[in-house]
């Protein structure tokens, strides 16, 4: 038996990689709008470029690891099924739970890598890419400031712009609410002006040209007005370097301990204390998907025997998406209130883990897996699960 499961175990890397190797590159091609939009507009370096590609890589395992373990016990049992190998075996008197050892032992490595991305690798590499971008603010300004958004990113100043043009990096129809001058707060409006380089520590200027500035004083009850043909407003990027701990941190991007105190500190406040509850409980079910999805993949390879593999392939995504779907509609619930985070971000790996159980019993015992019935029910809950995240989706945050 060790002979078959060191075996069983060589065979399930080549899918491993190849699968990790291509679904990577996918995730990574979501990126691709984004980065040329950083080269064209911005002039943002290629190492840069390589950087935010690198930090990006361990959010994206945190989807692929589960994925490419499902697919890579997937594709290996379909292989030995339609070699005719399974049947050999059983026909020396191996079961198949003989078979389970280097499968679930495939399966725990696979859920211990997504542990360590979802624990330690996602919160540096999230905290990484802010930085990064803090980096590249302080040397163009103007890469991350949304037009026809209220940008808080400076302290104690509000900056509403209604256009960027990304050609000359002129803003159009700027609106600047100042509050650094508690006594006299002023309210600056200039139809176009633009950055100017020349930065002074954490400093950055403003320049505006043929607007004006209504300064109001509550303390003197006193209103003025002021025409200008060039003005520079100072900005400080204090704020956006040293954000607060945890009001500006992205719970993703937030450490286990730090998170776990920050449900505890978000208890009087329902919206963020649900999803904080919510990351931190995907820390634990994301990597737990590994288990469930692997031990469905061991019937389905073997009913799957006299399929060709693209069949598997087809499969292995379906079940997946079917995963995700429930996995989201979990979050959607969780954030709404309706369900528990724990309830919502569990029941995925519960169903599938079970149903995966269940159909490797009948395949031990050579009963009928029902396949079939599965796939025509996992695509009517797919269906329906997609039409409530869709009329959940406009109520999030």
């Not at 540096?124 to 980096?135: G, M």
Request: glycine share 6%; with cysteine.
């Amino acid at each position: 038996m060790l002979i078959i499961h060191r075996y069983i175990f060589k065979e399930l890397f080549p899918p491993l990689l190849v699968n990790l190797l291509f679904l990577t590159a996918i995730f990574l091609m979501t990126r691709m709008l984004q980065i040329t939009k950083l080269i064209v507009n911005y002039n943002v370096s290629l190492a840069k470029i390589g950087l935010i590609l690198v930090y990006s890589i361990p959010h994206f395992l945190v989807f692929v690891l589960p994925m490419s373990v499902m697919l890579a016990i997937l594709l290996t049992l379909m292989r030995m099924s339609s070699e005719n190998e399974i049947i050999a075996l059983k026909s020396s008197g191996v079961s198949i739970y003989r078979l389970l050892p280097p499968i679930i032992v495939f399966a725990v490595a696979g859920f211990l890598a997504t542990l360590f991305m979802t624990i330690y690798g996602m919160p540096r590499s999230k905290l990484a890419i802010a930085q990064l971008t803090y980096t590249m603010l302080t040397t163009n300004t103007e890469v991350g400031l949304k037009a026809r958004t209220f940008n808080n990113r400076f302290q104690k100043v509000t900056l509403y712009v209604n256009e960027v043009d990304l050609h000359d990096k002129t803003m159009r129809d700027i609106f600047i609410e100042d509050r650094r001058n508690a006594k006299a707060v002023s309210t600056i409006v200039a139809p176009y002006g633009h950055f100017v380089k020349d930065r002074k520590g954490n400093t950055v200027r403003l320049r505006l040209y043929k607007g004006m500035i209504n300064q109001v004083n509550r303390a003197k009850r006193s209103a003025n007005t002021i025409y200008f043909n060039t003005y520079d407003v100072s900005l400080d990027m204090t704020q956006v370097a040293q954000a607060d701990r945890y009001s500006r941190r992205d719970p993703y991007e937030m450490t286990l301990a730090e998170l776990r105190a920050y449900v505890v500190e978000m208890k009087n406040e329902p919206q963020k204390y649900h999803e904080a509850l919510i990351a931190l409980h995907e820390k634990f079910s994301i990597p737990s998907a590994c288990l469930a999805l692997g031990i469905l993949a061991i019937p389905l390879g073997i009913e799957l025997k006299s399929r060709r593999r693209s069949a598997g392939l087809g499969m292995g995504m379906l079940i997946f998406i079917l995963y995700y779907v429930m996995l989201t509609a979990g979050q959607v619930f969780g954030e709404m209130g309706v369900v528990p985070p724990a309830i919502g971000l569990w029941i995925p790996n519960v169903i599938v883990g079970f149903g995966g159980l269940v159909m490797l019993q009948r395949a031990a015992k050579e009963k009928p897996t029902y396949l079939d019935s599965l796939m025509r029910w996992a695509g009517g809950v797919t269906k329906r699960a997609a039409e409530m995240w869709l009329h959940y989706t406009p109520y999030r945050r």
